[in-house]
């Protein structure tokens, strides 16, 4: 028997308030401060809940509550994306340790990929960050935050984070902005 083909997870998502889409598919609201997301591909589905499943005990990822082939149930984020936030505010020094920390955690959890685009990361109330739509964490390499870095100085804000970072954290100040001026120069 064919699955419906608004049907996922046990849900059908046509009578469900949608949030948004990307790229690799949508995301619809549903009860209990869940949302379900609705891949365009099996293998983004795969990608993304292998990604998710290996992040299950860190604080910056949502929770995994049920999968299908082409979809994941998932904790909402709350909060408001980086860039919007930024717009209003100015970077703070807890914000800015909240992001290098985010990196670190990727490295820890053995991420290829140490590197987010900033409309996926939201800002909660209490200045901490959580993920969404992490991508290709384990198939592309990339050694240090550059599109994290280039959504920061398009904000205006990355003088401010490589002054925090090298304070806290002069070893990775130090190779974050070898890494940042070498690309800078070539292009």
Not at 50 to 55: D, E, G, I, R
Not at 71 to 92: A, Q, V
Not at 99 to 105: A, P, T, Y
Request: hydrophobic fraction near 35%; glycine fraction near 4%.
């Amino acid at each position: 028997m064919n699955k419906p083909e608004n049907s996922y997870c046990n849900n059908d998502i046509s009578n469900l308030p949608f949030i948004g889409q990307g790229g690799q598919g949508k995301v619809y609201l549903l009860p209990e401060h869940k949302v379900i997301k609705v891949f365009n591909h099996k293998s983004c589905c795969t990608d993304q809940l292998f990604t998710l499943q290996v992040a299950t005990h860190s604080r910056f990822f949502p929770k995994v509550y049920d999968y299908d082939d082409y979809s994941i149930i998932m904790d909402f984020i709350d909060g408001i994306e980086i860039n919007k936030y930024l717009k209003k505010h100015l970077l703070s020094k807890k914000l800015a340790l909240e992001l290098v920390e985010l990196i670190r955690e990727f490295e820890s959890l053995g991420f290829k990929k140490l590197d987010v685009h900033l409309p996926h990361i939201f800002v909660q109330l209490d200045e901490s960050i959580k993920v969404i739509d992490p991508r290709k964490s384990f198939k592309e390499i990339q050694p240090f935050p550059y599109n994290m870095l280039k959504g920061l100085r398009n904000r205006g804000s990355l003088k401010t984070f490589f002054e925090i970072v090298k304070s806290e954290y002069p070893g990775i100040y130090l190779s974050w902005r070898e890494s940042w001026d070498k690309i800078e120069r070539e292009i």
